[in-house]
């Protein structure tokens, strides 16, 4: 298995444009988690989908961070417009619905200059 | 919500010696409790995890406890190796839920 894959690895853009991070979850896995990593905050869920409606999107900082999963096999992250202070390291972790272990992808550091 | 407490948050050891780290939740509905390996530029890895059923459960050299009546979990490794030098994460979900909370993260330094 390929394991959940991310794209970009990294990114950097100019403040005030958009951004768009991809994932594609484990095959087979319904359930499809968007963390975010810094030092001051740590690990924190931004939004979870269960077969691909969103269920949870309380930890989305602001409307300008959006989510969507058009299929089973793909979603998006897109901050528009972005901010300095977006910068940090974005996860996708996939999961089977009624199996507690989640597995990661490797991550989009995003950097906002 | 959970609110997940980990401690400490930098650990260094000597190769062969024994490291832990221990964790608390707030949450009595909380029933499953994983632990996740970050290394360098990668993802947190899934390395072991506990059910509220079970008290403790091992896997080569680590190993996790739980208590739930003092809503306190740890994490083992024994015979430490370089290898073993990463971040680790500690986490717990409900049952109702299907979100992970993470604790802050402890960095571990295995000195050969």
């Known amino acids: 298995d390929a394991g959940v894959i991310q794209s970009p690895r990294h990114e950097v853009t100019e403040m005030g444009q958009e951004v768009t991070l991809r994932c594609k979850p484990i095959s087979g896995h319904n359930s499809l988690f968007w963390y975010r990593q810094t030092m001051m905050r740590g690990l924190e869920l931004l939004i979870y989908?269960?077969?691909?409606?969103?269920?949870?999107d309380s930890g989305m900082p602001e409307d300008r961070f959006s989510a969507k999963m058009p299929n089973a096999s793909f979603s998006t992250l897109k901050i528009q417009p972005s901010e300095p202070r977006d910068s940090a390291v974005y996860f996708c972790?996939?999961?089977?619905?009624?199996?507690?272990?989640?597995?990661f992808g490797q991550g989009t550091r995003l950097t906002v200059v | 919500g959970e609110n997940v407490e980990q401690h400490p948050s930098t650990l260094s050891v000597q190769e062969g010696d024994s490291a832990v780290i221990k964790c608390t939740y707030s949450?009595?509905?909380?029933?499953?409790f994983p632990w996740y390996k970050q290394e360098l530029g990668k993802g947190p890895q899934l390395i072991i995890d506990?059910?509220?059923?079970?008290g403790e459960k091992k896997d080569q050299r680590i190993a996790v406890t739980l208590n739930k009546t003092a809503k306190h979990f740890s994490l083992h490794i024994t015979e430490t190796q370089p290898e073993d030098s990463a971040v680790y994460f500690c986490a717990a979900k409900t049952a109702a839920g299907n979100k992970l909370t993470f604790g802050g993260g402890t960095r571990v330094l295995v000195k050969p």
């Open positions: 949450d009595s509905a909380s029933n499953y």
């Open positions: 989908f269960n077969n691909n409606v969103p269920i949870d």
């Open positions: 506990i059910r509220s059923n079970v």
């Open positions: 972790a996939s999961s089977l619905a009624g199996r507690a272990e989640a597995f």
